[in-house]
């Protein structure tokens, strides 16, 4: 199962930390959950300053217990050291299943 979550950051400044610092981190830290991580993007559009993952989860795993394991673990909390959580204004979380086309499967 693929997830394609968004976050919107209150600013450029929060954006570029949350990018290049904390989410970053996720790098080494989501693979011991069996997550595999295909591409991490920045937009900077009209105001709105978001950053962009396509994540996919281990089969027969439900996403948001995962997602709750992982944020409450050690290693999330030592990856978000420093972070103002309040820099994030929305978090959004869409679940996706490939196609039987799909180059990503």
């Known amino acids: 199962?693929?997830?394609l979550r968004i976050y919107t950051l209150r600013s450029?400044?929060?954006l570029q930390q949350y990018a290049t610092v904390h989410?970053?981190?996720h790098l080494a830290t989501f693979p011991k959950f069996g997550i595999v991580i295909h591409?991490?993007?920045?937009e900077q559009v009209d105001g709105a300053h978001r950053l962009v993952a396509l994540v996919r989860y281990p089969p027969d795993v439900d996403p948001k217990d995962l997602t709750g394991q992982i944020m409450t673990s050690p290693e999330f909390a030592a990856d978000m050291a420093g972070f103002d959580f309040d820099d994030i204004v929305a978090v959004e979380a869409t679940l996706l299943?490939?196609?039987s086309f799909s180059p990503l499967r």
């Open 23 to 25: 989410w970053a981190r």
């Open 12 to 14: 450029p400044e929060a």
């Open 97 to 99: 299943d490939p196609t």
């Open 39 to 42: 591409g991490v993007w920045t």
């Open 1 to 3: 199962m693929f997830q």
